[in-house]
C-alpha cells in the first residue's frame, strides 16, 4: 500500500464524487456483461498509453494498465472468473475514465491532464490490492503454452 498525501486523497475525493467517474460506473456493468465491449475497451486504453511520453509517470501508468489490461483480458476470454464483481466494475470504470479525453482535468492540458487519471488508476489498483494479487498468483501457477 502507498502513502497518499492531503492533495491527493482531496483530489480521489473529487474524482469519486465527479460525474465523470459516475457515469464510467454507470457504464461498467453493461461492459461487464460483454467480452467484444471489454476488449475494445482494453484496446482502447492501451492505444492511449501509447500516446503518452515516455519516462517517469508515463512508463508508471503504461505498467499499471498493461497488468490490469492482463486481468481484463483473462476475463473477457473467460480463462480467469475468480474476480469479486465491485472489483472488475472498478477496473473497468476506472478504464473507461482513463480513455475519457474530458473529466476532472482534462487530458489535453499538458502534464496536469493526466493527475486525474493517473491518482484514479493507482486508487483502483491499492484498493483490489488482494485481487491483484491473487490474479498474478494463477498467472503463474498456469502452464506455460508453446
Known amino acids: 500500500m502507498v ?4 492533495k491527493t486523497k482531496d483530489l480521489l475525493s473529487n474524482i469519486l464524487k465527479s460525474s465523470f467517474y459516475k457515469i464510467a460506473l454507470g457504464k461498467a456493468p453493461r461492459i461487464a456483461k460483454n ?9 482502447n486504453a492501451l492505444l492511449k498509453t501509447q500516446k503518452l511520453g515516455v519516462g517517469g509517470v508515463f512508463d508508471v501508468v503504461r505498467e ?3 497488468l490490469l489490461g492482463s486481468l481484463l483480458k483473462a ?3 473467460g480463462e480467469y472468473r475468480q474476480i469479486e464483481l465491485p472489483s472488475l ?14 473529466d ?38 498456469k502452464p506455460i503454452k508453446v
Open 104 to 141: 476532472l482535468i482534462p487530458d489535453f492540458l499538458p502534464f496536469i491532464g493526466l493527475t486525474d487519471d493517473v491518482a484514479l488508476l493507482m486508487f483502483i489498483i491499492n484498493s483490489i490490492d488482494g485481487e491483484i494479487t491473487k490474479f498474478e498468483q494463477w498467472k503463474k501457477s
Open 64 to 66: 499499471k494498465i498493461t
Open 75 to 77: 476475463y473477457a476470454t
Open 35 to 43: 467480452a467484444d465491449g471489454l476488449l475494445k475497451l482494453l484496446r
Open 3 to 6: 502513502t497518499i498525501s492531503s
Open 89 to 102: 466494475l472498478k477496473i473497468i470504470a476506472g478504464f473507461i475514465y482513463f480513455i475519457s479525453p474530458i
